[in-house]
């Protein structure tokens, strides 16, 4: 099992960009996919983006396409996920999730979570 600990969110302006980050511990951080995932009050959890073991292969929600970059240092156990242009409706709390699946695993796949990461976007 990867403990995961998100940090970076905070209150930003929209057009505003902002870097998370997911911090793992545990030697096997490079054999884990990572994800990032979001929720907003009332709304179910929904993918973000996900980058696989080695990093070379991303993917990403439609919505998000274009905004936001995932990226991963396996030597320092951390995976960082660049936003930029943000909109009010990118406000929610943030998780990173760790998984054996691919980059296309669902949320249900994604065995290891963190507590997660307030983003508050202010129009």
């Known amino acids: 099992q990867v403990q995961l600990v998100e940090s970076g969110g905070g209150l930003v302006q929209a057009g505003i960009s902002l870097r998370l980050s997911c911090a793992a511990s545990g030697r096997t951080f490079s054999s884990y996919v990572i994800g990032w995932f979001r929720q907003s009050p009332g709304m179910e959890r929904e993918f973000v983006a996900s980058?696989?073991?080695?990093?070379?292969?991303?993917y990403y929600a439609d919505s998000v396409k274009g905004r936001i970059t995932i990226s991963r240092d396996n030597a320092k156990n951390t995976v960082y996920m660049q936003m930029n242009s943000l909109k009010p409706e990118d406000a929610a709390v943030y998780y990173c999730a760790a998984g054996s699946g691919s980059v296309y695993s669902t949320a249900k796949d994604f065995g290891s979570w963190g507590q997660g990461t307030q983003v508050t976007v202010s129009s």
């Open positions: 980058i696989s073991r080695g990093g070379a292969i991303t």
